[in-house]
Antibody, heavy 114, light 115 residues
Framework: EVQLVESGGGLVQPGGSLRLSCAAS????????MSWVRQAPGKGLEWVST????????YYADSVKGRFTISRDNPKNTLYLQMNSLGVEDTGVYYC???????WGQGTLVTVSS | QAVLTQPSSLSASPGASASLTCTLR?????????IYWYQQKPGSPPQYLLR?????????GSGVPSRFSGSKDASANAGILLISGLQSEDEADYYC?????????FGGGTKLTVL
């Protein structure tokens, strides 16, 4: 059974940093492109970033480019999202997902507030 | 103009059919894309429903009832999620998604009310 379990969310002040993790199991992690998607309270889904299976290619939404960094540790079956220079507009639930496939995590809440 | 546009809300009666549209921006040709559909209920992550590119290139999500189906309307440059035999549990938000210019793009979502 595929499992994606996010962690690392929490309350952070504007301008602060946070690193999210997503522990994957039940599939050959290195074979799959992985993504982060976020959802602000009461709003729709917003794609954040995607990384290829090898980690060699990354893609970012314009709204986070230069502030967020996606990475992965294939031997540890873990996906990461390093978030810097956080603003209130980054508040929301962050999901780890195999986009284009059925598998999503349950999400981790990031709150940026003073 | 957004790449993908969905009506913000739609209402339909139990047992009826609902057609949810996902209109691609002018210049973004629906025929070239696989359109993915997700269902999201409050407090839960999105659930994959299906992928549709053409009648010969489509994928139904595991366990997703056949009353959920995908299609395209080329004249409207839109993807369509058809839900037949509506049930109360179909009440949810529905999102379309495509991979476009090296980015995943979501539509704004349609809130489907079954009443």
């Amino acid at each position: 059974e595929v499992q994606l379990v996010e962690s690392g969310g929490g309350l952070v002040q504007p301008g602060g940093s946070l690193r999210l993790s997503c522990a994957a199991s039940g599939f050959t992690f290195s074979n799959f492109v992985m993504s982060w998607v976020r959802q602000a309270p009461g709003k729709g889904l917003e794609w954040v970033s995607t990384i290829t299976g090898s980690g060699g290619t990354t893609y970012y939404a314009d709204s986070v480019k230069g502030r967020f960094t996606i990475s992965r540790d294939n031997p540890k079956n873990t996906l990461y999202l390093q978030m810097n220079s956080l603003g209130v507009e980054d508040t929301g639930v962050y999901y780890c997902a195999k986009l284009g496939e059925p598998d999503w995590g349950q999400g981790t809440l990031v709150t940026v507030s003073s | 103009q957004a790449v993908l546009t969905q009506p913000s809300s739609l209402s339909a009666s139990p047992g009826a059919s609902a057609s949810l549209t996902c209109t691609l921006r002018s210049g973004v040709n629906v025929g070239a894309y696989s359109i993915y559909w997700y269902q999201q209920k409050p407090g839960s992550p999105p659930q994959y429903l299906l992928r549709y590119k053409s009648d010969s290139d489509k994928q139904q999500g595991s366990g997703v009832p056949s009353r959920f189906s995908g299609s395209k309307d080329a004249s409207a440059n839109a993807g369509i999620l058809l839900i037949s035999g509506l049930q109360s549990e179909d009440e949810a938000d529905y999102y379309c998604m495509i991979w476009h210019t090296s980015a995943w793009v979501f539509g704004g979502g349609t809130k489907l009310t079954v009443l």
